[in-house]
Nanobody
Framework: QVQLVESGGGLVQAGGSLRLSCAAS????????MGWFRQAPGKEREFVAF????????YYGDSVKGRFTIAGDNAKNMGYLHMNSLKPEDTAVYYC??????????????WGQGTQVTVSP
């Protein structure tokens, strides 16, 4: 199983950018797919993006398509979520996850602890 630790969250104004990082350990980075999910207070966990490292294909939720980009650095065992043109509705705790890939949280069996992203109007 892979261990994941997120970082990079914080407070940003609407229209700004943030880069979230996900440090992976315990397994070879390219052995699994990496997903990003988010959960706002009182709401269900929402799919943000995932990438299958072996093929390089990335998929995004409709609410972030065109604004967020998922990336990785195999040599460092790091995954990233670049977030641009942030909106107040992007405010949530963001989680990285490792698993078989897909848009459902059930397809991931390793999760990080989460990092808070707050976007002010």
């Amino acid at each position: 199983q892979v261990q994941l630790v997120e970082s990079g969250g914080g407070l940003v104004q609407a229209g700004g950018s943030l880069r979230l990082s996900c440090a992976a350990s315990g397994r070879t980075f390219s052995d699994y797919a990496m997903g990003w999910f988010r959960q706002a207070p009182g709401k269900e966990r929402e799919f943000v993006a995932f990438v299958v490292w072996s093929g390089g294909d990335a998929y995004y939720g409709d609410s972030v398509k065109g604004r967020f980009t998922i990336a990785g650095d195999n040599a460092k065992n790091m995954g990233y979520l670049h977030m641009n043109s942030l909106k107040p509705e992007d405010t949530a705790v963001y989680y990285c996850a490792a698993g078989s890939g897909g848009t459902s949280s059930a397809q991931y069996n390793s999760w990080g602890q989460g990092t808070q992203v707050t976007v002010s109007p």
